[in-house]
Each structure stands twice: as structure tokens, then as C-alpha cells.
């Protein structure tokens, strides 16, 4: 399997909003629900949302009202909008299929701090 492909982190500023995206080349977005999972330093790798073939989501209380899960079958991507971002986002952001992960790919970096 091909890993997935995290981009779009960096450094934002708190109540900066910043936009992630997801892609595996050559591979398809099919039946398969997508989860969005960050850690922090010194701490577990944590699902913060989820969006279904159908496009149905999910987000952690933690994120909820902040973060908007998304997907684009024919251009093969999700994506995570990230809006009023807090200090405590402050992650590396990875992608990956649920509930069958595949290999976890080198996520991207979110640093939010003034």
C-alpha cells in the first residue's frame, strides 16, 4: 500500500485558520471512511475526524465547531479546515484510512503560537 500524503501545516498564529490536505497517488478514495489524527509532543496520536464515503463526519469534542473535515473523490484528496486554531493544536497531523490503516505517512506540522 501507498502511504497517504499529509501537507499544508505550518505556522499560524491563535485564531488563524489553516487548510490540510490529504492525497495517496495512484490510489483511490472508495469505500473506505477517512480519519484525520494528530500528536502532540509527548503525547498519543489522537482521531480528531472522520468523514465517510457519504461525506458524513465526525470531530472530537476537541475540534468540534472548529474543524471541517472534507473530500473530493475525483481528485483522490481530503481535506481538513482548521478555523480558530488554539495553541493546543499544535500537532503533527496525519490521514489514514479506518477502520484498515494503512502505513502512517510523515503527517504535517501545525504549530500554532503567537
Known amino acids: 500500500q501507498v502511504q497517504f500524503q499529509e501537507s499544508g501545516g505550518g505556522l499560524v498564529q491563535p485564531g488563524g485558520s489553516l487548510t490540510l490536505s490529504c492525497v495517496a497517488p495512484g490510489s483511490s478514495l472508495g469505500i473506505y471512511t477517512m480519519g484525520w489524527y494528530r500528536q502532540a509532543p509527548g503525547k498519543q496520536r489522537e482521531l480528531v475526524a472522520t468523514i465517510t464515503r457519504y461525506a458524513d463526519t465526525y470531530y472530537a469534542d476537541s475540534v468540534k465547531g472548529r474543524f471541517l473535515a472534507s473530500r473530493d473523490d475525483p481528485k483522490k484528496a481530503v481535506y481538513l479546515q482548521m478555523n480558530n486554531l488554539k495553541p493546543e493544536d499544535t500537532a503533527v497531523y496525519y490521514c489514514?484510512?479506518?477502520?484498515?490503516?494503512?502505513?502512517w505517512g510523515q503527517g504535517t506540522l501545525v504549530t500554532v503560537s503567537s
Open positions: 489514514n484510512e479506518i477502520p484498515r490503516p494503512r502505513p
